[in-house]
Structure formats: structure tokens, C-alpha cells
Nanobody
Framework: QFVESGGGWVQSGESLSLSCVVS????????MAWYRQAEGKTREWVAI???????NYPDSVADRFTISRDNAKRTVYLQMNNLEPEDTAVYFC??????????????WGQGTQVTVSA
């Protein structure tokens, strides 16, 4: 189970911090990822954190987003800085497949809405 929170409405250039509390599987042993889905578009990945703590991002967010994890709290975070209107979407977390960016689980949470105005 994934429970995302922290979304909201902000203006361009501002920041938001998202959290995702995870239950139901071995959190510490899995790569975790954040994904987003804008209205009318397919879901895309925006950040991955490995079990080692190493991270990976697509070019579109690489210098603005930071993913982290707290294994003791079974929580994955996404710090988003310098937000742009193009970042407007519903944000989800999930387990990432080994060696890739695709989600492993079909059981998505409700997501958290991020809206960025120009």
C-alpha cells in the first residue's frame, strides 16, 4: 500500500515536499520511485532511489527534484524546487523494477495533486 501526501497549489518557482508512506512489503529491499501523471498524458517516472541510496532522474527534473528514503519510517520523499507549470500532475510512489524505471506493482495509491501556476 502506498499513501502519498504533501501536494498542493504553488506558483512557478516555488517548492513542495511530498511524502509516501509504504506498507505491505519489504521496503528496505526495494528500489522506490516517484511517478506523475498529468491530465490527458501517460504516467511517467520522475525519480528513483535505490536500496543503497543512489538516485536517478530524467533530464526534465534532474536539477530541481531530490528523492530520498527513510527505511525506519518506511517513507520515500520527493523534494521539488523551482517548480514549473509543466510539473502540474498527480504524483504517485511505487516500487521500481530492478534495472529499470517501470513500476513493479499494479496497486497504486491515491496520489497527491501538484498544481503549479505561471
Amino acid at each position: 500500500q502506498f499513501v502519498e501526501s504533501g501536494g498542493g497549489w504553488v506558483q512557478s518557482g516555488e517548492s513542495l515536499s511530498l511524502s509516501c508512506v509504504v506498507s505491505g512489503f519489504d521496503f528496505e529491499s526495494n528500489r522506490m520511485a516517484w511517478y506523475r501523471q498529468a491530465e490527458g498524458k501517460t504516467r511517467e517516472w520522475v525519480a528513483i532511489v535505490a536500496t543503497t541510496g543512489s538516485t536517478n532522474y530524467p533530464d526534465s527534473v534532474a536539477d530541481r527534484f531530490t528523492i530520498s528514503r527513510d527505511n525506519a519510517k518506511r517513507t520515500v520523499y520527493l523534494q521539488m524546487n523551482n517548480l514549473e507549470p509543466e510539473d502540474t500532475a498527480v504524483y504517485f510512489c511505487n516500487v521500481a523494477q530492478i534495472g529499470g524505471t517501470a513500476p513493479l506493482s499494479d496497486a497504486w495509491g491515491q496520489g497527491t495533486q501538484v498544481t503549479v501556476s505561471a
